[in-house]
Each structure stands twice: as C-alpha cells, then as structure tokens.
C-alpha cells in the first residue's frame, strides 16, 4: 500500500477515486503517565510519555487506515493528513484522513 501526504504519486496515475478514508486512535496514559509527565512538565524538557504515547497512537491511526483502504479496494491513499487532539483529562486522539485511491504505473515512453 502506497500511502503519501502528497495528491499525486510520482510515477504512478490514478485510475480510481474510492473516496475518502480515516483511521483513528483514541489512547489514554494511566495515573502513573501522568504523574510522570506532571513531574516533566516541573522540571523542564520535552515530555517523553506524551511522545510515546503520540507516536503509538498515530502508528495505530495510520493502519486503521491502511486496513478501511485495502477494505474499500484501494492499492494506495493520497492526501495523508494527521489530527491530534485531547479530550477529557488525558486522552489523545489521532485521526488520520486521506483519499483512498488505485494507482497503476505509468506506462514510460
């Protein structure tokens, strides 16, 4: 599965627009990554629960997508694009959102 931010794939043309497609992840850090990250935040630096934690969520967003896209007959996404927000105390949530498309190569010549 080829999946890019960009709208076009250099080298490939799009034969197929299956629409759009998301993944999304909702993660939660525990009491104990909280009191971890409340004692970064005091001392200073980059707080590397909330990295970790980011980081796996976005990881679990992108499949997400990659899985509704080969669901929907897709061979690639264009248009990439990742949203983080937070709700409540502690939740992180990452939506990832492209268009779901088939590509073939192009023919050279």
């Given at each position: 599965?080829?999946?890019?931010?960009?709208?076009?794939?250099?080298?490939?043309?799009?034969?197929w627009v299956l629409?759009?497609?998301?993944?999304?992840?909702?993660?939660?850090?525990?009491?104990?990554?909280?009191?971890?990250?409340?004692?970064?935040?005091?001392?200073?630096?980059?707080?590397?629960?909330?990295?970790?934690?980011?980081?796996?969520?976005?990881?679990?967003?992108?499949?997400?997508?990659?899985?509704?896209?080969?669901?929907?007959?897709?061979?690639?996404?264009?248009?990439?694009?990742?949203?983080?927000?937070?709700?409540?105390?502690?939740?992180?949530?990452?939506?990832?959102?492209?268009?779901?498309?088939?590509?073939?190569?192009?023919?050279?010549?």
């Amino acid at each position: 599965m080829i999946v890019t931010t960009t709208p076009s794939i250099p080298g490939y043309r799009i034969k197929w627009v299956l629409g759009v497609v998301t993944g999304m992840s909702v993660r939660t850090r525990g009491f104990l990554g909280r009191m971890a990250a409340g004692i970064e935040a005091i001392v200073g630096g980059a707080s590397s629960a909330y990295v970790t934690e980011l980081k796996k969520a976005r990881d679990e967003a992108l499949s997400d997508l990659i899985n509704s896209a080969r669901q929907m007959g897709a061979n690639a996404v264009v248009g990439l694009d990742f949203e983080t927000s937070e709700v409540l105390e502690g939740f992180i949530i990452v939506t990832a959102t492209g268009t779901a498309v088939e590509v073939e190569p192009e023919q050279a010549g």
